[in-house]
């Protein structure tokens, strides 16, 4: 909580949590948690965003993207949050089982309605995201995208075309993740730390993405942080460009 409230006294300004966050056994679930945690910060106010359609039962983790279980966990989340509206409010998975647009289509509503302020998609497709757009105004694309796993640098620079805000999930590759090798060697030759090279890398893997870190400590969300000023040479991008293995060009 205390770390929380210390990102926001810092400067971040867009809390990300999820209904699926809560892990079997957790006295609060993540939603109350940040609830909480919002409530006692300084600072100007942080936009939150979370998801539906997705949760944890034990150690499975179901989807159901129907129109009513998707209204039901944004009504709940509202509750848990504390607030009359939701800044943003993601489709967690696409459900196999339900058309794609069925699931837009209730987000949408639930805007219209006030519930929610904008409508985001996570874990989907550039096709996914074509569709969804004819459906409804989709604000936010959330999707894994780090050196380690670069993959998702088509659909930001889609999200860039649309004028999508693209948020960059797991963007130190996860915890316990190994940074790169070639990041472990810029960040040693430049004096500045992995992270700091990895977030400074996603800024200009595509325009305007937005890296959803998973930090734990004040310590390392002071590091990620100190990250948006730095400015990598063109020579350590075009270092890194050549270590991923990705079967398109990194920039257009
Ligand atoms: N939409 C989805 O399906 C989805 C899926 C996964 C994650 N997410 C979102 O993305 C967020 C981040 O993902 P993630 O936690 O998997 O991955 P991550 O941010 O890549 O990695 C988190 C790990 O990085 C460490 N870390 C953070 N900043 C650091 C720094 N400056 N220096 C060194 N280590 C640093 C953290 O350590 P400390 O704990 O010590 O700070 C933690 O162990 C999640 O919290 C969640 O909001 C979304």
């Known amino acids: 909580m205390e770390t929380i409230r210390d990102a926001v006294k810092r400067g971040i300004r867009l809390i990300d949590t999820a209904r699926a966050y809560t892990r079997p056994g957790e006295e609060s679930t993540a939603e109350a948690l940040v609830a909480r945690a919002l409530r ?4 100007p106010d942080a936009l939150v965003a979370t998801k539906g359609g997705h949760w944890r039962e034990g150690d499975q983790f179901p989807v159901d993207g129907r129109p009513a279980t998707l209204r039901a966990h944004c009504e709940a ?5 504390d607030r009359d509206q939701i800044d943003l409010f993601y489709l967690h998975h696409v459900d196999p089982r339900v058309p794609l647009e069925e699931s837009v289509a209730a987000l949408s509503e639930m805007r219209r309605a006030g519930l929610i302020r904008h409508v985001g998609l996570s874990n989907v497709t550039v096709d996914q995201l074509d569709r969804a757009s004819r459906v409804a105004k989709i604000s936010a694309v959330q999707n894994r995208l780090s050196l380690g796993h670069p993959d998702g640098v088509e659909i930001a620079w889609d999200c860039a075309r649309r004028g999508v805000v693209f948020m960059a999930y797991s963007p130190l590759g996860g ?7 070639t990041v472990s060697g810029i960040a040693a030759r430049i004096g500045v730390s992995t992270a700091q090279v990895q977030l400074a890398w996603l800024r200009v ?20 942080v100190r990250a948006s000023e730095l400015e990598l040479s063109r020579a350590d991008l075009a270092e890194l460009a050549r270590s991923v293995h990705h079967a398109k060009p990194l920039t257009e």
Do not use: E
């Open 175 to 181: 915890a316990g993740a190994k940074p790169p090798q």
């Open 205 to 224: 893997a595509a325009p305007g993405v937005v890296p959803i870190i998973g930090a734990t400590r004040s310590a390392t969300v002071l590091d990620s």
């Open 77 to 81: 989340s509202l509750r848990i949050l």
């Open 40 to 43: 006692g910060a300084s600072g």
